[in-house]
């Protein structure tokens, strides 16, 4: 026994697993990336058992075990190997609902008693709002013979993609919004509940970056398109046809009609690579 010892951490969207001996460290795992750094390399496979049996108590999708290393008599074995993580595993809201859960304290159920909304709150909401998205992309994926991703993570900051849908109509960066309040948006602007929001700029922005990062793993362009769409909106406005270059719709339903209406840009073995190249965890990273 190699008496190693996990502990999780918290923040930002990331899930991370230490694993030491004593006071030793040996390594950490990072659930939502699948980033990892190994201290130890002689330690390898006792980290990575510790790794599976924590994701396991977590109830988060492992990484598979690296496969065993075998010597030649001209080349050493690895000392360690880095995990096949696929991003297909994530859940819809994931991330939204880990950093709902770092920020939740005393203070939170103190505040929900008086109806106060706090941070945690807002990103609880925000996870739900995803998750019922998800699922609605999910169903259609399946039916379609799409692809969905969820709670893409990108760059090294704790940043994240709400969900990357993959087809013919080329790759699609879902921003979920939710509100009880009226949407006004024009081409430039967005007006939530009477306030100005800046859910255009962040969604140009997590197109943009998907497509330089979908094109350089791909090798070649890659189409992306910005989608925000919103969740228990009392009432949307559109003035003079809202944005050029990001789609902003008032729920799931007129998602799915607009996405029916999108042409062909991609053939079936060009989703496929850009399915497999979004899939990897390395292609976020920046």
């Keep these: 026994m190699d008496d190693l010892e996990t502990k999780t951490w918290r923040r930002y969207g990331h899930l991370r697993i ?11 795992y990072d659930v939502r990336t699948g980033r990892h750094e190994l201290d130890l390399p002689e330690l390898a496979t ?57 920020l939740r304290d005393w203070r939170t159920w103190l505040a929900a008693m008086f109806g106060v909304r706090t941070e945690s709150r807002n990103f609880a909401v925000g996870a739900k709002a995803e998750r019922t998205v998800g699922a609605k992309l999910d169903k259609w994926a399946r039916k379609h013979g799409w692809h969905v991703l969820h709670a893409v993570p990108v760059g090294r900051n704790g940043a994240d993609i709400d969900h990357v849908l993959i087809g013919p109509f080329g790759v699609v960066t879902v921003n979920t919004k939710s509100t009880r309040g009226k949407v006004w948006v024009a081409e430039n602007g967005m007006m939530v509940g009477g306030t100005k929001v800046d859910y255009l700029r962040n969604s140009r922005h997590e197109a943009k970056r998907a497509r330089a990062l979908l094109t350089d ?42 996405l029916r209406r999108r042409g062909r840009v991609l053939t079936p073995e060009q989703v496929t690579n850009v399915h497999t190249a979004a899939r990897r965890p390395t292609t976020w990273r920046t």
């Excluded at 230490?18 to 950490?28: C, D, E, I, M």
């Excluded at 994701?55 to 999708?61: A, G, M, R, S, T």
């Design 46 to 102: 006792p980290f990575w058992d510790a790794v599976h049996t924590e994701c396991h108590n977590l109830d988060e999708p492992p990484p598979p075990l690296p496969p065993a290393p075998t010597a030649s008599p001209s080349q050493e074995p690895p000392t360690t190997a880095e995990p096949d993580v696929d991003l297909r595993h994530n859940q819809a809201g994931a991330a939204a609902q880990a950093r709902a859960d770092e």
């Design 217 to 258: 793993a791909c090798g070649r362009h890659v189409p992306v398109h910005a989608v925000v769409v919103f969740v228990g909106a009392k009432g949307f406005t559109v003035r003079n046809g809202g944005p050029k270059d990001v789609t902003v719709l008032p729920d799931v339903k007129s998602f799915h009609r607009w």
């Design 18 to 28: 230490y694993v030491s001996r004593g006071a030793q460290k040996v390594g950490w």
